[in-house]
């Protein structure tokens, strides 16, 4: 089927019912739990049981991870509160995951995620959860809000596949964005389709794999199980941690300093240049949770 591109009319009010919902939204839960121009929230949480030997992931554990991590993150007293500062009942949500081959977002932390948006209030016509084919969808086409979800791992064209990265379907050549190591995803944030519509960030750390040699690069010796998801509203702080976390492997797996090659520049840039959120782990507050052992950060 012929890709039906996106107006110039389809972005502006897309992109304007977005930033209207958004605003309200993202600010009020920024003035909610505290955060000031110089500290960004960041969870970081791990449970031993999220995901067996097999790497077969834990239904009921992810959604209790899920359903923590946003308790701690909105700083309120149940689980649904705090999604309702994320989603109202009339948004139309895409859930941005991502389908690699080698390591997906899991599905049940796609439907984790539904769950609780359903439960605010939003009607199943209403949600999409789509990677590949987000242009075409649509309920992406006309979305509101957007959750973005995808697993940390090492890449050939950026050094790390993050959730800034994670975008890149949204804009109708990806390799525009290849060149100079990624340097300029978080522009993509920027596109009127895009820009003021995502209410969180979740970055799959339950297998993140940390080497890898070439454009599909992987193999199983270089994933480990560290049993984690981090989230934010900020994809960049959230990226900076998992970033942190994946140099600290290599070096312990290596025994030596290994860094990515090429670097992963789009992340600090993403700060720097683009000023789409912070990539300083000083301007951060990262809260900790669960399993310690190996957490390496």
């Known amino acids: ?86 989603i109202n009942p009339h948004d139309v949500v895409g859930i941005k995951t991502n389908v690699w081959n080698y390591l997906r977002t899991p599905s049940e932390l796609e439907n984790a995620i539904k769950n609780r948006v359903t439960e605010v209030g939003v009607s199943e016509d209403n949600i999409s959860i789509n990677d590949r084919g987000i242009r075409n969808d649509p309920i992406f086409r006309r979305a509101t809000a957007l959750i973005n979800t995808r697993p940390m791992r090492t890449h050939y064209w950026s050094g790390v596949g993050t959730l800034v990265k994670n975008y890149i379907m949204f804009v109708e050549r990806p390799s525009d964005y290849h060149p100079d190591s990624c340097a300029d995803l978080a522009a993509i944030w920027k596109l009127p389709h895009v820009q003021g519509k995502t209410r969180l960030n979740i970055l799959v750390m339950l297998t993140p794999l940390f080497y890898s040699v070439g454009p599909h690069g992987y193999s199983r010796e270089y994933v480990w199980q560290y049993k984690g998801i981090i989230l934010g509203i900020d994809p960049v702080a959230c990226d900076t941690v998992g970033l942190k976390i994946i140099q600290a492997k290599r070096k312990e797996f290596f025994g030596e300093e290994r860094p990515l090659n090429p670097p992963a520049k789009h992340i600090e840039l ?21 399993w310690k052992e190996g957490m390496l950060i």
């Open 1 to 86: 089927m012929k890709e039906k591109n996106f107006t110039r009319r389809d972005f502006l009010k897309t992109g304007a019912i977005a930033a209207a919902a958004s605003a309200f939204y993202v600010n009020s839960t920024m003035k909610f739990f505290g955060m000031n121009e110089s500290k960004t929230r960041v969870v970081l949480l791990r449970n031993e049981d999220a995901v067996d030997v097999e790497g077969k992931v834990n239904t009921e554990i992810i959604q209790q991870m899920l359903d923590e991590a946003v308790k701690v993150l909105f700083n309120t007293k149940d689980t649904a509160s705090a999604w309702k500062k994320i």
């Open 270 to 290: 993403a700060d720097k240049r683009h000023h789409l959120g912070t990539a300083d782990m000083n301007k951060i507050e990262l809260i900790r949770i669960g």
